[in-house]
Antibody, heavy 116, light 107 residues
Framework: QVQLVQSGTEVKKPGASVMVSCKAS????????IHWLRQAPGQGPEWMGY????????KYSQKFQGRFTITRDTSATTSYMELTSLTSEDTAVYFC?????????WGQGTLVTVSS | EIVLTQSPATLSLSPGDRATVSCRAS??????LAWYQQRPGQAPRLLIY???NRATGVPARFSGSGSGTDFTLTISSLEPEDFAVYYC?????????FGQGTKVEIK
């Protein structure tokens, strides 16, 4: 079955960077995009950006432009997101999601906590 | 940015009741709207796409309707596992936004 498995919980200090991985299985990786979203405590999901599995083209939300990067390794069927210059406002659960037209399925989520 | 406004914020109902959740878009999204269910500690799960189509494996008690700016998610008879948070989401103009969520809780 289609599955996205993310890396584990991260605790970072303000100003640091974080990288989260998302291993895809059960489908042809290059035929779908992988989107990244985050969800702060008690809030709805927030879209951050995506990468095409095939050509690697990316698009980012203007909110994160400049400090957010998505990459992929087709041989490993894995996508990565990196967020730099972390602040406490970046504390959230980060999700990767497979997308053709809609968000389905989602990875299990990775909690990133930013605290001094 | 297209803003999605859900109502109510919380719905207090009993098992067997009918649940109706509304989602209003700040401008037309045609039928490019989906609904997701999120249980505590879990990732969201796609329920309805293109406003009215049930995703694979979603029970028939879930239905969606609407187009343009006004949409509705209906659960015809609540089961214990349906008490959760529901989000609407739109995709237009290379933009993806979510509503703030509606919590369906046990009365």
């Amino acid at each position: 079955q289609v599955q996205l498995v993310q890396s584990g919980t991260e605790v970072k200090k303000p100003g640091a960077s974080v990288m989260v991985s998302c291993k895809a299985s059960g489908y042809t990786f290059t035929r779908y995009a992988i989107h990244w979203l985050r969800q702060a405590p008690g809030q709805g999901p927030e879209w951050m950006g995506y990468i095409n599995g095939g050509d690697g083209k990316t698009k980012y939300s203007q909110k994160f432009q400049g400090r957010f990067t998505i990459t992929r390794d087709t041989s490993a069927t894995t996508s990565y997101m990196e967020l730099t210059s972390l602040t406490s406002e970046d504390t959230a659960v980060y999700f990767c999601v497979r997308v053709l037209y809609w968000f389905d399925p989602w990875g299990q989520g990775t909690l990133v906590t930013v605290s001094s | 940015e297209i803003v999605l406004t859900q109502s109510p914020a919380t719905l207090s109902l009993s098992p067997g009741d009918r649940a109706t959740v509304s989602c209003r878009a700040s401008q037309s999204v045609s039928n490019y709207l989906a609904w997701y269910q999120q249980r505590p500690g879990q990732a969201p799960r796609l329920l309805i796409y293109d406003a009215s189509n049930r995703a694979t494996g979603v029970p028939a008690r879930f239905s969606g309707s609407g187009s343009g700016t006004d949409f509705t998610l209906t659960i015809s008879s609540l089961e214990p596992e349906d008490f959760a948070v529901y989000y609407c989401q739109q995709r237009t103009n290379w933009e993806w936004t979510f509503g703030q969520g509606t919590k369906v809780e046990i009365k």
